[in-house]
Every structure is written in C-alpha cells, then in structure tokens.
C-alpha cells in the first residue's frame, strides 16, 4: 500500500504551523475515532494515517526528514512500515486535547484503554535468601518453601460458591465496560466505561466461597525453586514473574523478589570478584621458605613460599576468585602472607633470639627486589 502525503492527509499546505497542523489532527481524530465508526475497516485506517501524520509533522525533526526525504526518512521509527499502533495513538491525544480531553472516559483516565475485562494483580512478594561462598561461586537451585496467597482450592479462585452462584455480568455481557451517549463540546459522544455491576471484572458473582469470603484466595505454602545465578553479591535483588502472591480472581500473580544475603566464610573475603585470604606463617617458615595448605572456594590447595618471604607480600591465585554475574570473567584469590611474631616467649625461646639478634643476616636490609607498601596495594588492585 503506498502511502499518501501527510500533508494531503491532514490537508494542511507545507508551510502550516505547528497549530494549524494540531487542529487539522484534531479534527479528523473526533470524526475517524473507532468509537464513533465501530466496526469500519475505513474510518478505523484513516483514524491511523491521520494519527501518523500528525506523529511526523507536529516534529520538527521528523518533519524535516519527511520534508527532505519522503516516507523513507521516518522509516527507522517504524512509522515508514506499518504505521502507528492504536495505544501510541491514544498516548498522544493529552498533548492534543490537553487537560480537557474528551476522549478520557475512552481510555479509563491513563490506566490504558478500557473495554477489555479488568484483570486484579496479585501483590509482589520479598524474600531473602542466605548463600554462602561457595554457592555464589558456582550458582545454585534453592528451594524455598514461601508462604503466601494462592489460589482459593475451594472455588478455584472464581469466588463464588458454587457454579450456579457464577455467571457471565448480564449488565455489560462480559465484557467488564459499559457504552453511553454524552453530549459533549465536540457534539455527541459514544463513551466506554467501567460496567458498575461487575466492577469490570465480567462476572457476577451471587453467593460468594465461604472459604475465601469471595476473593478467591487463601493463606498457603509453596515450595519454589530458584535458579540463582553464579557471582550475585550482597543486596541484589532477582525477580520471578508471576511467583508472587496469587490475584483475586483469577487476576495475574505478582512478582517474587529475592533479596541476596551473603553468608560470610569462617575464613575467605570476599571483595568484589576477588577472594582474600589471610596467611599467617612462623617466621622460621619464612626465612627457610615451605608449602602449606590454604582454603579456597574449590577446596583445599597447596601453595609454596619461597624462603626469604617478607611480611606482606600478596600471591595471586589466578582465576580463583569469583564469577562475574553473566560472564566468563573471573576473579582471584589473594593471599596475604603476614608473618607471625610470637606475643609471648619462654626462657629458652628468649636466648635462642637473643643470640640470633645481633646476627648480620637478621639486620633489616631492604633491597630493590623488596616491594614497599605502596607499590603491594597498587598491584593488588591491577
Ligand atoms: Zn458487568
Ligand atoms: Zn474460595
């Protein structure tokens, strides 16, 4: 289908102001609206090439791309193809009917255009949910037993007491909205509103559960699993659609939130994707150099240090830290080797460092090789 011009359509000259365009719009949007030609095919498409063209030429910066280069020159924002849908066509008429718009019993006053049944949403609920370490390293299925609303067993969520107590809203058919003719500034109007019997919900219900007093809902437990994934922190916040509390009537369940807690490791850190682990070795060890076992998220792993350690120093375990949440990166594990001095010390232990004491090699002599404070805590953080 080719398209018209959208000056043609509005039947306005190309130089026309913006105001001139917007009452041209207004116009054609009160005689075209579906409400007032209810089931023409015509009037329905004339309705969106209208709401189109206004779309383009109330915008500077469409305009001149229409102006310049035609249909092609919107294309990209979908009006080139197949045009605008009904609902961005309704959020346009607050700007052209302003606060006084008579179209406002058409779309419920914002709460999108009624006519369909009212669907209830069920409530969000919150959890929270302990991991340790090792979990958050890896990922983990949890399942939690949640006590919330669900569905009424009784009525099944209807409501109602029995089948015969349910039947379809005789005032508006089902269909949740109810039409009359006002008479307004734009001349008389068809308009849709909420069906007061049913309240929009379609039904009528004329003897309520006595289990759940007519909301369709009761107090239950579920066991819910929950696939976490790996690399989650402290305060994250995962959402389940539709796991939440059930929704009167039959409605739309609400959402789960699962708010991450950190276990904390009787002996790892955690610091972002890094895992910090705190070594202390006897000084002996660090002068002759030795092999000791530390922990990590995977177990138990051997690492060495070299004889001649120095306090402080920081050894990378690479990739043993934790994921990043959706991706292959990982962190490291740090060791930071502190070298124990002993608080207190027997008779014998003094002599002995006594004697060592005014050895030459016990002498603090700082070399190139060793590397100052500074310099650790910047490599700790490359
Ligand atoms: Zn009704
Ligand atoms: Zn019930």
Known sequence: MSKRDYYDVLGVSRTAEVTEIKTAYRKLAIKFHPDKNPGDKEAEDKFKEAAEAYEI?????KRARYDQFGHAGNSASGYGGGGMNMDDIFSQFGDIFGGGNPFESFFGGGGGRSGGRRVQ?????????KLTLEEIAKG????????KQVVCHTCSGTGAKDKSSYHTCNTCGG????????????GQMQTTSTCPTCNGEGVEITAKCTTCKGDGLERGEETISINIPAGVSEGMQLSMSGKGNAAPRGGIPGDLIIL??????ESLKRDGINVIYDLYINFADAALGTSVEIPTIDGKAK???DPGTQGGKILRLKGKGLPEVNSYHKGDQLVYVNVWTPKTVSKE?????EKLKGSANFKPQPGKSEKSFFERIKEYFE
Not at 140 to 147: A, F, R, S, T
């Open 175 to 186: 269909s949740g909205s109810v039409r009359r003719v006002t008479n307004t500034i734009l």
């Open 349 to 353: 232990e003094k002599e002995l460092l």
């Open 260 to 265: 991450v807690e950190e276990v904390p490791h």
């Open 140 to 147: 983990v299925e949890k399942k939690v037993k949640v006590n």
């Open 57 to 61: 030429l109330s915008n500077s910066e």
């Open 303 to 305: 690492i060495k240090i």
């Open 121 to 129: 949403r069920g409530t969000n609920l919150r959890i929270k949910v």
